[in-house]
């Protein structure tokens, strides 16, 4: 039981390239989220899923898109990377709640974009 | 959107003292509020949460208080060790989305 899984782990990216991150659990959850981490920030919820086939935008979702073709994967896309896009990014998984439940999270993916 | 606020960023205790972190939400229709710890180079791992129809909750040396009147809630550990090192967040969850604050890096000093 892997848990959340994050690929690659490191990056560097020039400006106006493009990339995907892959997020995989295999905890059968129904949620999956995407987060950057920026220091001084905390944590900004970029978008989200509650379901296969779902997405949703949080609360930083400008200059990305997402995708959930399968249950266990949850993709976070940047068509043209840009400076401010650089921290760490988060993926997190949970089951279907009401009132509250846990988020389990990857180890992250840390992203330079020069 | 709600607004998650955290105090202290940084707080240092000697071994044995109990720290306490302190965080406000704005939005009255937040009912979770989780605490995370994050080790260096780690995603950030739950410790404890409490919903909104209840006012504390404890957990060995972890404890954690909800005032929903006042919109604020707490962190408190107690008799702490090395290993607490760390930084930690709190977060308020209003719909699917979780909003977090902005962290205290806890130092532990032996």
């Known amino acids: 039981n892997a848990g959340v899984t994050q690929t690659p782990k490191f990056r560097v990216l020039k400006t106006g390239q493009s990339m995907t991150l892959l997020c995989a659990q295999d905890m059968n959850h129904e949620y999956m989220y995407w987060y950057r981490q920026d220091p001084g920030m905390g944590l900004r919820l970029i978008h989200y899923s509650v379901g296969e086939g779902t997405t949703a935008k949080g609360e930083v979702p400008d200059g990305y898109n997402v995708s959930r073709l399968k249950k266990q994967n949850f993709l976070l896309g940047l068509e043209s990377a840009a400076p401010s896009q650089t921290s760490v990014y988060f993926c997190?998984?949970?089951?279907?709640?009401?009132?509250?439940?846990?988020?389990?999270f990857g180890p992250g993916t840390r992203l330079t974009v020069t | 959107g709600e607004n998650v606020e955290q105090h202290p960023s940084t707080l240092s205790v000697q071994e044995g003292d109990s720290a306490v972190i302190k965080c406000t939400y704005s939005d009255s229709a937040s009912n979770y509020f989780p605490w995370y710890k994050q080790e260096l180079g780690k995603g950030p791992q739950l410790i404890i949460d409490i919903r909104s129809n209840v006012g504390e909750k404890k957990d060995q040396r972890i404890a954690v208080t909800l005032n929903k009147t006042a919109k604020h809630f707490s962190l408190h550990i107690t008799e702490t060790q090395p290993e607490d090192s760390a930084v930690y967040f709190c977060a308020a969850n209003t719909g699917n989305q979780f909003y977090f604050g902005t962290g205290t890096s806890l130092t532990v000093i032996p």
């Open positions: 997190a998984s949970s089951y279907p709640w009401t009132g509250g439940g846990e988020q389990y």
